[in-house]
């Protein structure tokens, strides 16, 4: 009898590890749970930043704006960055190439080779991340790039073109099942950028997602063209993500998860981990590890 109530126990424990991750080997969040941390409202702490830079929320980001909305609820952990010592996004979403390049050139840029790949950061993140990966290294571990130099900078045109890998195939996809005409994906194709990722997530809300094995949002597979982490030179993609120990490691050295499902992701937020939630973020736990993100209330 005890081996029989041992044998179920075991077979829903991994019943329910393999319903948490998808057909990417992304991780799904449904009954995870999350930290009960004392913590603030993100948009609160958003507000304080955004003051300590000279910025008001208006000319940052349109909250009537639904893409918006949406980059501050999946990518606005990189806001509440260490402002003093990092130079962080003045908008939320950059409107063209132009506006991006100026941002870069106001940065302070550090270079690396590892490997085989010459990675660009904002100096403080560069600095934080060669010390992770010697403390790795030390233990017997690695901490190394995944996709190259792309794991680290980009710029617009980047974002541009994986938005288009994930964006014209899901269209033929759902053409091809008959979700969408051949008209629609005409029409669909010609919007303009903005226009293109409105009707995206409205199309989401019916379920024909766009992401690369159309079972989830799009925004969890690539960022929105001029949303990306990436364009601030404070994201890092690692080939070591699923090691617990390399989590903890850049954890110390102030990179943490903080986009959900886009597991490879590290963000630098130039802070100890103990003063996430004073900041506005809140830690959810999986089978996979945890991510920090905004605490939207």
Not at 14 to 29: I, W
Not at 92 to 109: L, N
Not at 130 to 136: G, I, K
Not at 175 to 187: I, N, P, Q, V
Request: glycine residues 6%; proline residues 3%; aromatic residues 10%.
């Amino acid at each position: 009898m005890f081996k029989t109530i041992k044998a179920f126990i075991l077979i829903f424990c991994f019943g329910a590890f393999l319903q948490s991750v998808n057909a990417d080997g992304n991780l799904k969040f449904t009954d995870y749970n999350e930290s009960k941390t004392s913590s603030v409202v993100f948009r609160s702490s958003l507000e304080m930043s955004l003051a300590r830079r000279g910025l008001k929320s208006a000319d940052f980001c349109d909250e009537n704006d639904a893409v918006s909305r949406r980059v501050l609820k999946d990518y606005g952990a990189i806001f509440l960055a260490d402002d003093k010592n990092l130079l962080l996004p003045p908008v939320c979403i950059f409107a063209s190439e132009v506006s991006v390049t100026d941002f870069q050139k106001q940065m302070r840029i550090a270079r690396a080779r590892i490997g085989d790949a010459e990675i660009e950061l904002q100096s403080e993140a560069m600095n934080a991340l060669l010390a992770a990966r010697r403390e790795a290294i030390t233990a017997g571990l690695n901490i190394t790039p995944r996709d190259g130099a792309e794991a680290a900078r980009r710029d617009y045109s980047d974002t541009l073109r994986l938005w288009n890998s994930r964006f014209f195939p899901a269209l033929e996809h759902w053409r091809r099942l008959g979700k969408l005409t051949r008209s629609d994906a005409e029409r669909l194709s010609s919007l303009s950028t903005q226009a293109q990722i409105e009707a995206v997530l409205e199309l989401e809300e019916r379920g024909v997602f766009f992401s690369k094995d159309f079972s989830k949002s799009i925004l969890y597979s690539v960022a929105a063209p001029g949303a990306s982490q990436h364009l601030s030179l404070l994201a890092f993609d690692a080939n070591e993500y699923e090691h617990e120990k390399v989590r903890r490691i850049l954890a110390r050295h102030g990179w943490f998860r903080t986009v959900k499902n886009d597991s490879p992701h590290f963000t630098f937020l130039g802070v100890r981990e103990k003063d996430l939630p004073a900041r506005g973020l809140r830690k959810l736990e999986s089978f996979g590890g945890e991510f920090w993100i905004p605490n939207m209330q």
